[in-house]
């Protein structure tokens, strides 16, 4: 793997999602090559090759800090922020240094647990959060889809250590696989960690896209059977599976009384 500077082009991008009005990639890339990450499709170069990541960060982003009044920014959007090449390059350790000494509050995303080495940053960061992604309640099947990335319990061991620390913690069931995400199950594992859990479905905009060639290959070698209606699904607006799956999740969410977020 080929980890290289290039020159700024900005680092705060704007954010679609609600309630943030930005969000930062601290790195071009990531080393652990979900299956299914969305961030393949827009990918320039090879990410089984290279990492990129800013030739300045600390210059480029206070300079941009400093235009906009202190809000809270999502990291994680593109890429995990504390993939393999953090240990080393700091990228997002010194993103949170910034912030923090500027005003400004953050959202996490990570499947890492290299997190809890940046705990005392973000206790330090008024209302930060942090949460991590789960799709399967099963190692061996977890590492047909993403080898590459940390084991479930690495993941929710993190959570614990920052809901310990008493920073804000949320749990994305994402995504849900058809006939192979558990979500009660996953549901029930992730609420003693979790503060929030929000469940999102996988789905596909083009059978063209990168990240659909690489589930299609691995479904049809260990889950043949289930090809055809799984494209069914995922190429649908309003496949009753997710009707179906909302249902069952009413039921859950009553039977536990987690704090749970249905985007489908």
Same mark, same amino acid.
């Given at each position: #793997?080929?980890f290289?500077k290039?020159?700024?082009?900005?680092?705060?991008?704007?954010?679609?999602?609600?309630? /943030?009005?930005f969000?930062?990639d &601290?790195?071009?890339?990531?080393?652990?090559?979900c299956?299914?990450?969305?961030?393949?499709?827009?990918?320039? /170069?090879? +990410?089984?090759?290279?990492?990129?990541?800013?030739?300045?960060?600390?210059?480029e982003?206070?300079?941009e800090?400093? !235009?906009?009044p202190?809000?809270?920014?999502?990291?994680? #959007?593109?890429?995990? &922020?504390?993939?393999?090449?953090?240990?080393?390059?700091?990228?997002?350790?010194q *993103?949170?240094l910034? $912030?923090?000494?500027k005003?400004?509050?953050?959202?996490?995303? *990570?499947?890492?647990?290299?997190?809890?080495?940046?705990?005392?940053?973000?206790?330090?960061?008024?209302?930060?959060?942090?949460?991590?992604?789960?799709?399967?309640s099963?190692e061996?099947?977890r590492g047909l /889809?993403?080898?590459?990335?940390p084991?479930?319990?690495?993941?929710?061991?993190m959570?614990?250590?920052?809901k310990?620390?008493?920073?804000e913690?949320?749990t994305?069931?994402? &995504?849900? @696989? &058809?006939?192979?995400?558990?979500?009660p199950?996953?549901?029930?594992?992730?609420?003693?960690?979790?503060?929030? @859990?929000?469940?999102?479905? $996988?789905k596909f905009?083009?059978?063209k896209?990168?990240? +659909?060639?690489r589930?299609?290959?691995?479904?049809v070698?260990?889950?043949?059977?289930? !090809?055809?209606?799984?494209?069914?699904i995922?190429?649908?607006?309003?496949h009753?599976?997710?009707?179906?799956?909302?249902?069952?999740?009413?039921?859950v969410n009553?039977?536990?009384?987690?704090? @749970?977020? #249905?985007? /489908?």
């Amino acid at each position: #793997m080929e980890f290289k500077k290039v020159a700024n082009k900005g680092v705060m991008r704007k954010c679609y999602l609600e309630g /943030f009005n930005f969000q930062i990639d &601290p790195y071009f890339g990531c080393e652990h090559l979900c299956s299914y990450c969305y961030g393949l499709n827009r990918a320039r /170069f090879d +990410w089984e090759k290279q990492v990129l990541m800013y030739e300045d960060l600390v210059k480029e982003l206070s300079r941009e800090l400093d !235009v906009f009044p202190p809000q809270t920014i999502y990291i994680g #959007m593109n890429c995990d &922020p504390y993939q393999p090449a953090e240990s080393e390059y700091e990228q997002t350790r010194q *993103t949170l240094l910034l $912030l923090s000494g500027k005003g400004f509050s953050t959202c996490v995303l *990570t499947k890492s647990p290299l997190a809890t080495r940046d705990i005392e940053i973000l206790k330090k960061i008024p209302n930060a959060s942090i949460g991590t992604s789960l799709a399967f309640s099963e190692e061996g099947t977890r590492g047909l /889809f993403e080898k590459k990335s940390p084991p479930k319990i690495e993941r929710l061991e993190m959570l614990g250590e920052m809901k310990k620390a008493g920073i804000e913690t949320y749990t994305l069931i994402c &995504p849900v @696989i &058809p006939f192979i995400t558990d979500v009660p199950r996953l549901i029930e594992i992730a609420a003693p960690y979790s503060d929030t @859990i929000w469940v999102y479905p $996988l789905k596909f905009a083009s059978t063209k896209n990168p990240n +659909w060639q690489r589930v299609r290959k691995i479904l049809v070698k260990n889950f043949p059977d289930l !090809v055809r209606e799984f494209t069914a699904i995922v190429f649908s607006e309003n496949h009753y599976y997710w009707d179906d799956l909302r249902e069952e999740l009413e039921k859950v969410n009553k039977g536990i009384k987690a704090n @749970i977020r #249905m985007e /489908f």
